[in-house]
Every structure is written in C-alpha cells, then in structure tokens.
C-alpha cells in the first residue's frame, strides 16, 4: 500500500490561529472555507506507538482517513486546539490513561513537555451526509438532542494491528426507501469515503437500539425510513482505548481542528462511470440491501440474459424473472456459509437414477464458493451418499473443486426437525448456514409430490429436502436460491402460476416449494455457472468489495490471484462429465451414457455456453 503521510509545516494559518486562541469558536461549514482548509479529528500518541498507529489507520481508511501527522517538536500547541461544532461547545480534548477516558479539556499546554514525545495525527473529517441530503431535498439528519449526532459501536471487527484492536464505530442516518438511491450516488460522489458500509438492520452490525448511541445524540426514524450507515471517526477512540498507552489525547466528538491538508480523493462530481453505485434489497427479513457499480450490475444482467435461452423450446421465457440472477449472487456473496442441493431422479431402470444436469453446475458454483473462502456443504438423498461422495472425491482428484465438500443428508421428522438441522443446537439466531442453493433439484408439488418432466410420480426415489427451504422462511438471516429449466425444480414455487399456465404438465408438475430468488435458466447447470461468474464479478467490483468489508480491512484479499482459475471452464466441465459416465450418471432426456447434459451434446451448445458466461465475466469493463 502507498504511505500517503504527510509531514507537515504548517497546519493552521495565522489568522484561523489566531481565532482558536482567542477562543472564538464561531465558525461554521469548516469544509467549505477560503483556503481550502480541511477539518480534522486529531490524534496525540507516544512516538514509539506512531508506526503502528500509521498502519492500523492505512488498514482501516474507511473510519480512520489518515491525512497526515505531525512528529515531536514540528506542531505548536495552537495546531490543537480545537474548533469545535458550535452545538457541541466543550469539551474540546479528552485525556486517555491506560486505555480510560480520564478526562476533557480545552487546551493540551499543560502537558508541554509530554507532548515533547508525542505524534499528532490528522484524521480526515471532511465529509458528512448533510450535504448529500441537501443535495437529493431531504432534511439534515439534526440529533433529537444538542450534541453531535449519534455514533454506534458495532460488532464488525477493524483490522488489528500491533496493539491496536477495537470495533468499528459508524454513523446512522434514515433515509426514505425512495430516496436510497440517489442518496447512495450523492454520497459516493466525494469518492470512496462517501460510501455507506451497511443498508439495512442496525442488528447485522450489532447495534441493538438506535436510540441509544455510544457517542452524541440519536436522530429520529420515521415510518418507511431506512437506516444508511457510514464509517465514523469515533473509532480512533475506540483504538487509542485499546492500546492502553499511559496517556493520549484525541479531539471530542463534534470538535476538530482546521488544517490546509490536501484531500487525496477525487473532487466532488468526479464519480467514474465504474464508481457509480447501485443499490439492491436482498432480504426483507432482515432488512438488508447490498451494492455494486453499474458496470458489475450490467455484466450480471447480461450473465442473465445469456442463460435464458430455452433450447428445449419448454416455454421457460415466461418464467422469468428480471434480476433474479443478481439479487441472488448479491445475497450469495454476504453468507458466510452455504449449502447446496442437486439431484433429480429421470432413470428408473438404472442405476444411479440421476441425470447430468444439475451436479456439473453444483461443482461449478462450490469451486467458487471454496475460492472466496466460504465455507460449502452439499445436501442430497440418502440413497444417493455414496455416489456424491464418489464425484466430489474424483473432483478433488481432477482439479475441478480445491478441496472436499462435506456431504450432508435430510431425511425429514417431527415439527422443528429442519430448524434443528439448518441451526446450531436449533437457535435461529445462530444458523449454521446463511444461503441454501438448489440447482436441478426435483421439487415438491402443491399434491406433496414430486414429478418429472412426464408427470411421473418420483417421491419414493426424493427425501424431503424441501423441508429446509421451507424453514428458511421462517429463520431470519437465511436466503435460498432455485434454480430451474422446467418448473418442478426446488425454489420455482416463486413462479408456480407461470409454471401452470404455460409450461407443459404444469398443473401437475409446478413445484410448490419458493425460493427467495428463483434463477431461471435454459438448462440448469448454465443457472450454477452463471452464479459462480456472478460472485467473480462482484468480489472484482470495489465498490462491493469495500461493502462487503464495511471499509475496514486490506482492499485486496489473499487468494484473490486465483479467482480466474476457479471460474468453470470447458475443460473442468468435460473433466466432470467424463466423471458422471464412469458412474453411469446419465443425461436427463436421452438416457445415453455419455457427454450430454438434458439431452443437449456438450460439446456444442454447452461448451459454448460455458465459454461466452466466462468471456462476459472476465473482459475489462
């Protein structure tokens, strides 16, 4: 990372100097003053803390924009003392001791010769969302009080650093759902600290009440608002806490000093087109939205686009769904853990009775999944362990998954027995798995059946995985993906009137069961490349990958080299459909042993398919 400190000469001039030692403290609108003067929270640490202190705010810039520090005997004390908010009067200084806030103060000359061997830094507290509200007709987010508006203690992790450890703290304010978006865009405007780090339930950041801040005064929701947070400079309290150092200043909240720092971001209105943020819900409960640049989402949409041919002329066209494919890669890329079914019996005088659709696409989606560091199970029938067991390993051996996948099996009980398996010790504030993916996955009709194509009944070959997704519904902190080429998949109860009306058997076949997102696809192995494409796309997208890590953290993840590789390919797909022939896993209309997915020649339609979502997915924007 590149060391933007800046040593500085002078950081106050004369004549705004000259006000804070008179004590004057009537200015207003600091960031918009002749001379380009910046406002800053101030910092004041022993010099032997000073490295460490540089590397924990260049690790977490989102809360702590370092613009530079001064060294021992290069500031004079009129550089701190501070310029406070005009509501906020003094305190001006707190005084730390071993990690406990001893004190406030207005002016540090009392400990002169302390501060002898002491390092200020400058953080950058330029921004604000007011102007933004300004800026799309909505009123300033003013505190219920008369203090600063309220900062929030969350339970999301800053990156640590040789003694410097704390939780990030965040700023709130409600927005209108209709005003989000062009609220986010105002925001993200002024550049990447601009940028919300969450949308959505305080709770998903760990904040229980917003009516009772850490810091200042709570502002008021009304009915219909949304909750936007930003990273808030309140964290540099929590890290000087905990270090424990014998002693150390910072600015009280709402006071800051005035500097003639340069900002390093891009001046406000120089959004790049790759920059400009869209904003989509991906939970109801909770509430939750997510972001990705418009480039990121256009890519998706076309990902979309390009699986929704119908080349078994099945009437699929009137099943689908606009977004589907980003909502679900956008919920996808939040979950912590995931868990993924596949699995429709076609073959009732062979064995294994699966077909090739559905498993390659499975592969596909958890070689990503592994990739990004998520942990991924499959769930499948009980019959069917040792077969699933079987590929993984040889997909171990091919090179087409890094690792194995726990094999996991469902065969239903008494009320609450899917609850129990899908959390721990059957808490649904603690789900084992955050996103249930079905990919080719025979589905439970409204009768409590499950039929193919034909309107064969197959329930005596199916276990009630369904069940889990059901119970989804009802957990919050669970989202669930379907994905189908037919209608009587797991997850396309979302579009079971379509199924009925248009798609062949309908009325019979239509799974019952929903999905939250329902990826409706030509065959449903292109559904699980697409998704695995997706995930490429957004974790390649800054602006969601600085959501995702809430502007806390390194912006580049280890690993990252190999997302490429672990993108599918027609060369892993041949590698793992030669594996369903040794097994005898045949495709899904034929039944001909061999290199066919639903009756289609891979070779051809599929290897092409495969080559233009990755053509899509890796070309520079």
Known sequence: MITFTVRLKACLPPAIRSLILQRKPNIRHVSGMAGGLRPASVVVLHRSLAPAFEKFCQANSGPLPLLGLREPDTWSLPALNAVPDPRAGSPRFLKYELGACTGSLTSLEEYTEQLGDMVAFFLDCGFSPEA????????????????????????????????????????MRPIPKDKLEKLVQATCSVGNKGQPIHIGDPELLGIKDLSKPDYGDPVACQPGDVPVFWPSQMTSLEAVSSCKTPLAFTSAPGCTVMTNLKDTEAPAGC???????????????????????????????????????????????????????????????????????????????????????GPPGAMALAAFLQALGKPVSMIVDLRAVSLFENLVEEAVEQGVLKTQIPILTFQGGPAGAAQAFLCKDGDPK?????????????????DGNYYNARKMNIKHLVDPIDDLFLATQKIPGISSTGVGDGG????????????????RNGDVIACDVEADFAVITGVSNWGGYALACALYILNSCEVHRRYLRKAVGPSRVPGEQNWTQALPSVAKEEKMLGILARHKVRSGVSGIVGMEVDGLPFHGTHAQMIQKLVDVTTVRV
């Open 430 to 446: 603690s789900p084992r798995f955050n996103h249930l993916v079905a990919i080719e996955r025979a589905g439970r009709a409204a």
């Open 488 to 503: 009587n998949e797991l997850g396309m109860g979302k579009v079971k009137e379509a199924v009925k009306r248009h798609i």
């Open 132 to 171: 933004a509200l300004e800026k799309v007709g909505l009123p300033t987010g003013d505190s219920v009080g008369h203090g600063p508006v309220g900062a929030y203690k969350t339970t999301v992790p800053c990156a640590a650093m040789a003694g410097f450890c704390c939780p990030l703290v965040v700023t």
């Open 271 to 357: 959004l790049t087109p790759e920059g400009i943020p869209e904003v989509h819900r991906i939970s109801q409960d909770p509430l939750h939205y997510s972001m990705a640049s418009a480039p990121a989402v256009r890519k998706i949409r076309e990902l979309e686009s390009i699986i929704a041919v119908d080349p078994g002329h099945r009437g699929i066209g009137h099943l689908l769904c606009r977004d589907e494919l980003l909502r679900a890669s956008l919920s996808l890329s939040h979950a912590r853990a995931v868990l993924v079914t596949t699995g429709f019996p076609t073959h009732f005088n062979h064995q294994p009775p699966e077909e090739t659709d």
